[in-house]
């Protein structure tokens, strides 16, 4: 089964509005990766989120962590065209098997 | 210039025959992976290297098989293809690093299409 499920599905945003997703695992874990995957390629790491850590930010955007509620949020501000993507949140309990949710579909209008 | 290549990109054959698709990683990862993408986008490992060693056997059905000749190709054979085995096939590599984390870098997939 799998581990991290991405909440919600797929959202649509117009340009310059943020985006946020929700992500909810169940075992304990040593980190949460988030990762983005543009239409028809493979997926690329966005940034990670120590067990120990209730928030991070790179760039445009902020990741949040509650290990207590198993859940993390994506926040994408100021969103723009090129971030129409899918992302999917990944868990690593440090056993090499990094499991993904089926992400969430972002479409960024004009 | 490419981290994780894998070949081919596409892959349309008929049901009951026998494909390979290769991966090669010039990260100098020590790990590698397949990972099964299905039609509604879950990702699912099915197997991992970590310096030739087989680490990871999901539940994969016999006719998938795995090759690591050495730690920077990982290549994916399958037997007797069937119509469910029609998906996104992604090779990825990783390192972990001092603090344990294991961030993966993936190639940019292989579409198998069984008819």
């Known amino acids: 089964s799998q581990q991290g499920e991405e909440d919600p599905q797929a959202l649509s945003i117009q340009e310059g509005e943020n985006a946020t997703m929700n992500c909810s695992y169940k075992?304990?874990?040593?980190?949460l990766q988030w990762y983005r995957q543009n239409s028809g390629r493979g997926l690329v790491h966005l940034i990670l989120?120590?067990?120990?850590?209730r928030e991070k930010h790179s760039g445009r955007l902020r990741v949040t962590l509650d290990t207590s509620k198993k859940s993390s949020s994506l926040l994408i501000t100021a969103s723009r065209a090129a971030d129409t993507a899918s992302y999917f949140c990944?868990?690593?309990?440090?056993?090499?098997?990094?499991?993904f949710g089926a992400g969430t579909t972002v479409t960024v209008r004009a | 210039d490419t981290a994780v290549s894998q070949t081919p990109k596409y892959l349309v054959t008929q049901m009951g025959n026998d494909k390979s698709i290769k991966c090669e990683q010039n990260?100098?990862?020590?790990?590698m992976y397949w990972y099964k993408q299905d039609s509604k986008k879950f990702l699912k490992i099915m197997f991992s290297?970590?310096?030739?060693?087989?680490?990871i056997n999901e539940t994969v059905p016999n006719r998938f098989s795995p090759k690591s000749p050495d730690k920077a190709h990982l290549n994916l054979h399958i037997n007797s293809l069937e119509l469910g085995d029609s998906a996104v096939y992604f090779c990825?590599?990783?390192?972990?690093?001092?603090?344990?984390?294991?961030?993966?870098?993936f190639g940019a997939g292989s579409r198998l299409t069984v008819l």
């Open positions: 990825a590599s990783s390192q972990v690093d001092v603090s344990g984390a294991n961030v993966l870098t």
């Open positions: 075992t304990s874990i040593n980190n």
């Open positions: 989120i120590r067990s120990n850590e």
């Open positions: 990944a868990t690593d309990s440090n056993d090499y098997k990094l499991s």
């Open positions: 990260l100098g990862h020590d790990t």
């Open positions: 290297y970590n310096n030739k060693e087989l680490i």
